[in-house]
Each structure stands twice: as C-alpha cells, then as structure tokens.
C-alpha cells in the first residue's frame, strides 16, 4: 500500500510563507515527486516536480522564483517553500508520486496524497 499525506498549509496573507510537507509510506517505486494544486472550478495544474537523484527539478512559470522544491530522502518527504505567496496561489495543493517521463505531466503519475488547502489573502 502507498499512502502520500501532506501537511503545512493555512492561512496566510499575501507576501507570506509557507512550507509543504508530503510524506510518503509503503513502496511508491517511484522516482519522482511532484506539486500539483487545483482551485475552485479549474483543472488541476503543475507547480513542481524533484527527482528522486535530485539530478531533475522543473516548475511551472507561475511560481518560478518564489517555490522551491526539495527533498529528504532519510525521511522520504518533499517539501515545498512558498515564498512572495499571492492570492492566485490560493488552491489546494497535493502531493504526486510516480515514475513519470515527463515530470510536469499530471496524468503520468501514480499516487496522490489528498491535498491540503493553501489560501493567501488580500
């Protein structure tokens, strides 16, 4: 069984931080981790994504410069920092595990966490 349960969002105001946490149990065999978000009424969207060598990061063009997505791999959690927040971020984030080709591609993914609401404030 593979379990993804993320942890860290809030509330916060616009130019705020925030941390992600995803941690993952049982054998994933997967080699890649990834942040995708979903507001009311759109499609779920890329936001992040970390090879398990480290050796891949990739980011949507939305967040470039104010995320950052980084693993533990003793702890076999990825984060995500969320810096310079807005309220466009405003979603809910989730957490992905898989073997993907294509990192940023939210269908070749295996496992999902089931998400943790992130709502940024004017």
């Known amino acids: 069984q593979v379990q993804l349960v993320e942890s860290g969002g809030g509330l916060v105001q616009a130019g705020g931080s925030l941390r992600l946490s995803c941690a993952a149990s049982?054998?994933?065999?997967?080699?890649?981790m990834g942040w995708f978000r979903q507001a009311p009424g759109k499609e779920r969207e890329f936001v992040a994504a970390?090879?398990?060598?480290?050796?891949?990061?990739y980011y949507a063009d939305s967040v470039k410069g104010r995320f950052t997505i980084s693993l533990d791999n003793a702890k076999n959690t990825v984060y995500l920092q969320m810096n310079s927040l807005k309220p466009e971020d405003t979603a809910v984030y989730y957490c992905?595990?898989?073997?993907?080709?294509?990192?940023?591609?939210?269908?070749?993914?295996?496992?999902w966490g089931q998400g943790t609401q992130v709502t940024v404030s004017s």
């Open positions: 992905a595990a898989g073997a993907p080709r294509r990192l940023w591609t939210r269908r070749e993914y295996d496992y």
């Open positions: 049982g054998r994933t065999f997967s080699s890649a």
């Open positions: 970390i090879s398990w060598n480290g050796g891949r990061l």
